[in-house]
């Protein structure tokens, strides 16, 4: 039989292979979630196995660690405690609060890690959204005048980039004037352009407490039945000034992520959220996928389809099996 198209010769040995590989994951690509709290020491999240609530001094030394492994961009999440939450979520915007101490030890100890800070007010407000609850209602207008004290009161403490998660409408913009009122115009902003309402956030919920206390949260994220309604919210967001824009999910949502690579010449992140770590590991855990392996394609598919860089609970461990370590 005469074969002249053999794309298999391509394929032939890991020299060729490498030769044309498109795609290819560093730590430099990876932003590693952080939660955080109040107390002491280490405290296990059920749903979220090998991760875990670190104390402030535990979390300078897992940003130290992962500073030596390659990773470049941590971003932060807080537990807060219940008497600090309010239905106006003022405890956002504490310059004394979690958070901003958080960032201030973080750049003490590592000058060049980026901060990037999440802007919203779930773990902060009694009702478990993300804006200002009234009569049920999530209020925009009133919800974004927080969020850019808070924004504020990040970048006060040392925050390189914000990433307004909130999904509020026009928040970009206001952040951007607040930002450059304040004497912040270094500071970027990490849009989540396309946030999907996902079952895929149940373990982060479960580790920050922060599961909304009525309803869901669909009339602000959005509806995972929806392409075309993510390149509206890029738009919006590039023209509010947005200097980096997120697809969340990462991987039920690659088709969201390649659409973005088409329209835009903006940085684009995406999000392996926790159920998405949750699922790899629970499946890695009873032995019955290869836990390497597929981290590391799934890493892939998410580049392939577009993504400039990545937030993943699996950054630390990804960097290290880059280096070919254990
Ligand atoms: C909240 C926020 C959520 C996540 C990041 N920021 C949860 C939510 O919107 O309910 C989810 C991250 C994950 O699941 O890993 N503003």
């Known amino acids: 039989m005469l074969q002249r198209q053999r794309p298999r010769r391509n394929r032939r040995t890991p020299a060729i292979r490498a030769f044309h590989s498109e795609t290819w994951l560093a730590p430099q690509h990876f932003i590693l979630p952080l939660f955080i709290h109040a107390g002491q020491?280490?405290?296990?999240?059920?749903?979220?196995?090998?991760?875990?609530?670190?104390?402030?001094?535990?979390m300078?030394?897992?940003?130290?660690?992962?500073?030596?492994?390659?990773?470049?961009?941590?971003?932060?999440?807080?537990?807060?405690?219940?008497?600090?939450?309010?239905s106006d979520g003022q405890e956002a915007f504490n310059p004394q609060g979690l958070v901003p101490a958080a960032i201030r030890l973080l750049k003490a100890a590592l000058p060049d890690l980026m901060v990037v800070t999440d802007v919203a007010l779930d773990p902060y407000n009694c009702d478990g959204h993300?804006?200002?609850?009234?009569?049920?209602?999530?209020?925009?207008?009133?919800?974004?005048?927080?969020?850019?004290?808070?924004a504020v009161a990040q970048a006060q403490a040392g925050a390189d980039i914000v990433a307004p998660s909130d999904m509020m409408d026009g928040r970009v913009g206001a952040?951007?004037?607040?930002?450059?009122?304040?004497?912040?115009?270094?500071?970027?902003?990490?849009?989540?352009?396309?946030?999907?309402?996902?079952?895929?956030?149940?373990?982060?919920?479960?580790?920050?407490?922060?599961?909304?206390?009525?309803?869901?949260?669909?009339?602000?994220?959005?509806?995972?039945?929806?392409?075309?309604?993510?390149?509206?919210e890029l738009a919006l967001d590039e023209a509010e000034g947005a200097d980096m824009v997120m697809v969340k999910p990462a991987g039920p949502y690659l088709d969201i992520i390649a659409a973005?690579?088409?329209?835009?010449?903006?940085?684009?992140?995406?999000?392996?959220?926790?159920?998405?770590?949750?699922?790899?590991?629970?499946?890695?855990?009873?032995?019955?996928?290869?836990?390497?392996?597929?981290?590391?394609?799934?890493?892939?598919?998410?580049?392939?389809?577009?993504?400039?860089?990545?937030?993943?609970?699996?950054?630390r461990q990804a960097a290290r099996w880059l280096a070919g370590q254990a």
């Not at 020491?41 to 535990?58: D, F, N, T, V, Y």
């Not at 009873?286 to 699996?314: C, F, H, P, Q």
């Open 60 to 86: 300078v030394a897992e940003a130290q660690a992962a500073w030596l492994e390659g990773i470049r961009a941590i971003v932060l999440f807080p537990k807060v405690e219940e008497a600090l939450k309010t």
């Open 260 to 315: 973005l690579r088409q329209q835009t010449t903006l940085p684009i992140a995406a999000y392996q959220v926790s159920g998405e770590y949750a699922m790899i590991k629970a499946a890695a855990q009873n032995g019955w996928i290869d836990e390497k392996r597929v981290v590391l394609e799934s890493l892939l598919a998410i580049r392939r389809a577009g993504a400039d860089v990545i937030l993943t609970y699996y950054a």
């Open 41 to 58: 020491g280490r405290q296990p999240i059920s749903s979220m196995p090998g991760c875990e609530r670190l104390s402030l001094a535990e």
């Open 175 to 232: 952040l951007r004037d607040a930002l450059d009122e304040a004497g912040f115009s270094h500071v970027s902003i990490l849009s989540y352009t396309a946030k999907y309402a996902s079952a895929f956030y149940g373990p982060f919920r479960d580790a920050l407490d922060s599961a909304p206390r009525f309803g869901d949260k669909k009339t602000y994220q959005m509806d995972p039945a929806n392409a075309r309604e993510a390149l509206r």
């Open 130 to 150: 993300d804006g200002i609850v009234r009569d049920g209602i999530i209020l925009n207008d009133e919800t974004i005048e927080v969020l850019c004290k808070q």
